[in-house]
């Protein structure tokens, strides 16, 4: 599985023009832009199997024209192929399944400037006389999960509690972070963190903001959840989060 990056120009490719930056942006908006888009196109990128249309469209709750679509769009703009595959003598055209072109993005931007403007963020809730800047970091990430939960996530009304911690980690990953479910019922490791270096050094208020993200997704699913966030100490360490129904 290939890593979709947004990462800084180099040196050795010189400077990017306003033009060519205005038409990256534009090309990759148009193809991820979408939130639902986005979020299929993270889940094919992430499998180990190709997805067929079926699957997709069950998985998000779609009707499978509107997930062809989605699909056949991501074809289009390079993110996805077609892997056509034989279901065996007499059984007709060989199936249609959409795999990861393994296709980076890369936006050459100044990544710089966003750490200054998150640290410099941080150093505001930090100074803000009586409030703990941990609390208020929660109470916002619980606000922006319960508004991700808006979106289609394609979770049935009879999801269980694991399929409910799956769909929030799927929200999760359209925003960055990289996670895997296996072996856990109940919570999930983070590979990536878009917090990056900012979440070493503040762990406190960033992962108040993540474990409010994952409780504002999962009691806007209809399961509320007692959230713990372990933080890592290095960048290439995992996070864990574990994600538990109340009383357990």
Do not use: W
């Amino acid at each position: 599985m290939q890593d979709s990056r947004i990462g800084p120009a180099t040196e050795t490719a010189g400077t990017v023009s306003q033009q060519q930056f205005d038409g990256t942006v534009a090309e990759v908006t148009s193809s991820l832009g979408d939130p639902t888009r986005r979020a299929i196109y993270v889940t094919v990128r992430d499998s180990d199997e190709a997805k067929s249309v079926v699957e997709v469209a069950e998985l998000f709750g779609l009707h499978a024209n509107v997930a062809r679509y989605h699909l056949d769009h991501l074809v289009q703009s390079g993110y996805l192929r077609v892997k056509r595959v034989s279901t065996g003598p007499g059984a007709g055209r060989p199936a249609h399944l959409y795999e990861s072109t393994g296709r980076e993005i890369h936006i050459d931007l100044p990544s710089q400037s966003f750490e200054l403007l998150a640290r410099m963020l941080l150093r505001v809730l930090q100074r803000i006389g009586s409030v703990d800047a941990a609390e208020l970091a929660y109470l916002v990430g619980l606000s922006h999960g319960e508004e991700l939960a808006a979106a289609p996530l394609g979770v049935p009304g009879t999801a269980d509690f694991a399929a409910i911690v799956e769909a929030a980690a799927e929200r999760m990953r359209g925003l960055g972070f990289r996670i895997s479910t296996e072996g856990s019922e109940c919570g999930y490791q983070t590979t990536h963190c878009p917090f990056g270096k900012v979440a070493l050094d503040n762990p406190r208020i960033v992962c108040a903001l993540d474990r409010g993200l994952v409780t504002g997704l999962m009691s806007a699913l209809g399961q509320p959840a007692e959230v713990t966030v372990a933080p890592h100490t290095r960048l290439t360490e995992r996070c864990t989060t574990l994600v538990r129904a109340p009383n357990h």
